[in-house]
């Protein structure tokens, strides 16, 4: 196994470490005869520390940085331009190693702030209202590129460490079509060596991959469980989320049921507000009976639309009529203000190619000296 690990370390010389968890910069500290310990150090360099740079490990022995330097990099996605929103949220486009792009929101309000972060270049599951379907799935992010965005971001808005920071996996792609490298970013994410942000904080939100959602019920340490319902019956949610042919809502909710939760804990459903095709009050009263049962809390999210797509959002009254049926059924419902409409980084927006025009070059968003 070890001989094996060698190998392939030294045919791939200019590997990227950025994303490699303990267990296997401890492999990679011994296959360069160092003692394992060694590992750990680097993994709290990357990630605690951040250092971005093998030279700045200045903790680790100079003959063990300069074959580390010889052989490996250190890199993570490269913000590429920002659109800073009136309400305080920036949406940043990044680019990954072979050019591709993805996009991170950051979102501060008074106590925390939240960052919604992508886990695949586009996405494949093809709903019918969300800008992202629009650009199909390219592939799926790697763990150092999820770990990574959330780096590149608290160090470009300054968020000092320890504070409280919300991660949500709803910007671009389906996370439990990624489970393995989003489970893999969340351990480095939340490893108190690592960025040691609270895993209680960070959200899954899923359209509803029912057997990905039994496989994370099994992870031993995991995210909150988000669902994106939608709909109230089978024939709607079809009819604006395919992926409900293959997994329909009766299985769905059973996989939610089954979920472990801990004292505190809720399943979340989302509920994006389509004018006229799943906002009435009977809607309301059938996602209320769908989800008796569940310890959980409905976000109602007011749509946000754009000329590709053919829906509209509910209005403002109807929005609060929904909420209130599910609250006289004692389920509590929220209203999600979605964050930077302005610059089309709210949920469900996230997508490049209708956008360019409204992000701009990271040194044109920068604060500009007085002339
Ligand atoms: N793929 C995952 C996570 C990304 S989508 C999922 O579907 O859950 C994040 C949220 O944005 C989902 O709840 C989705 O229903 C919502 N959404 C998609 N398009 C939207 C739009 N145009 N307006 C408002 N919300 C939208
Ligand atoms: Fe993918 Fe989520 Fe958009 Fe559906 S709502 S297409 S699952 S990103």
């Given at each position: 196994?070890?001989?094996?690990?060698?190998?392939?370390?030294?045919?791939?010389?200019?590997?990227?470490?950025?994303?490699?968890?303990?267990t296997?910069l401890?492999?990679?500290?011994l296959?360069?005869?160092?003692p394992?310990?060694?590992?750990?150090?680097?993994?709290?360099n990357l990630?605690a520390?951040r250092?971005g740079d093998?030279?700045?490990?200045?903790?680790?022995?100079?003959?063990?940085r300069?074959?580390l330097?010889?052989?490996y990099?250190?890199e993570?996605?490269?913000?590429?331009a920002?659109?800073?929103?009136?309400?305080?949220s920036?949406?940043?486009?990044?680019?990954?190693?072979?050019?591709?792009?993805?996009?991170t929101?950051?979102?501060?309000?008074?106590?925390?702030v939240?960052?919604c972060?992508?886990?695949?270049?586009?996405c494949?599951?093809?709903?019918?209202?969300?800008?992202?379907?629009?650009?199909g799935?390219?592939?799926?992010?790697?763990a150092?590129?999820?770990?990574?965005?959330?780096v590149?971001?608290?160090?470009?808005?300054?968020v000092p460490?320890?504070?409280?920071?919300n991660?949500?996996?709803m910007?671009?792609?389906e996370?439990l079509?990624?489970?393995?490298a989003v489970?893999?970013a969340?351990?480095?994410?939340?490893?108190?060596?690592?960025l040691a942000?609270?895993?209680?904080r960070?959200?899954?939100?899923?359209?509803g991959?029912?057997p990905?959602?039994r496989?994370?019920?099994?992870?031993p340490?995991?995210?909150?469980?988000a669902?994106?319902?939608?709909?109230?019956s089978?024939?709607?949610?079809?009819?604006?989320?395919?992926?409900?042919?293959?997994?329909?809502?009766?299985?769905?909710?059973?996989?939610?049921?089954?979920f472990?939760?801990?004292?505190?804990?809720?399943?979340t459903?989302?509920?994006?507000?389509?004018?006229g095709?799943?906002?009435?009050?009977?809607?309301?009263?059938?996602?209320?009976?769908l989800?008796?049962?569940?310890?959980?809390k409905?976000?109602?999210?007011?749509?946000?639309?754009?000329?590709?797509?053919p829906?509209?959002?509910?209005?403002?009254?109807?929005?609060?009529a929904f909420?209130?049926v599910?609250?006289g059924r004692?389920i509590?419902?929220?209203?999600?203000i979605?964050?930077?409409?302005?610059?089309?980084a709210?949920c469900?927006?996230?997508k490049?190619?209708?956008t360019?025009?409204?992000?701009?070059?990271?040194?044109?968003?920068?604060?500009?000296?007085?002339?």
């Amino acid at each position: 196994m070890k001989q094996e690990f060698m190998q392939q370390h030294i045919a791939a010389p200019e590997e990227n470490l950025f994303g490699l968890d303990k267990t296997e910069l401890e492999q990679l500290a011994l296959s360069c005869g160092q003692p394992k310990f060694r590992g750990a150090q680097l993994f709290r360099n990357l990630y605690a520390r951040r250092v971005g740079d093998l030279s700045g490990c200045t903790d680790l022995p100079v003959n063990f940085r300069e074959v580390l330097s010889s052989r490996y990099r250190v890199e993570y996605p490269e913000i590429k331009a920002k659109a800073a929103s009136r309400d305080g949220s920036v949406r940043y486009l990044l680019e990954l190693e072979d050019g591709e792009k993805i996009e991170t929101v950051y979102m501060p309000d008074e106590r925390r702030v939240t960052l919604c972060l992508s886990s695949q270049v586009g996405c494949a599951v093809g709903c019918r209202f969300c800008f992202t379907a629009l650009l199909g799935v390219k592939r799926n992010l790697t763990a150092g590129e999820i770990v990574g965005q959330v780096v590149a971001v608290l160090e470009a808005q300054q968020v000092p460490s320890g504070y409280p920071v919300n991660l949500v996996f709803m910007g671009m792609g389906e996370p439990l079509l990624n489970l393995a490298a989003v489970m893999k970013a969340v351990r480095i994410l939340s490893d108190s060596n690592g960025l040691a942000l609270a895993l209680r904080r960070m959200t899954v939100s899923t359209a509803g991959i029912v057997p990905q959602i039994r496989k994370l019920a099994q992870e031993p340490a995991r995210p909150k469980l988000a669902v994106s319902l939608n709909a109230s019956s089978d024939e709607q949610r079809t009819a604006l989320m395919p992926v409900n042919r293959k997994y329909p809502l009766s299985e769905l909710l059973q996989a939610c049921r089954e979920f472990p939760l801990g004292p505190r804990d809720y399943v979340t459903f989302e509920y994006v507000l389509l004018d006229g095709i799943n906002d009435s009050d009977d809607d309301a009263r059938r996602v209320a009976a769908l989800v008796k049962g569940i310890k959980c809390k409905v976000n109602l999210i007011p749509y946000n639309g754009g000329s590709e797509l053919p829906y509209r959002p509910s209005a403002l009254g109807r929005v609060l009529a929904f909420q209130e049926v599910l609250r006289g059924r004692d389920i509590p419902a929220y209203i999600r203000i979605s964050r930077g409409q302005d610059v089309m980084a709210a949920c469900g927006q996230l997508k490049l190619a209708s956008t360019e025009g409204t992000t701009v070059p990271v040194e044109a968003a920068l604060p500009q000296p007085p002339a």
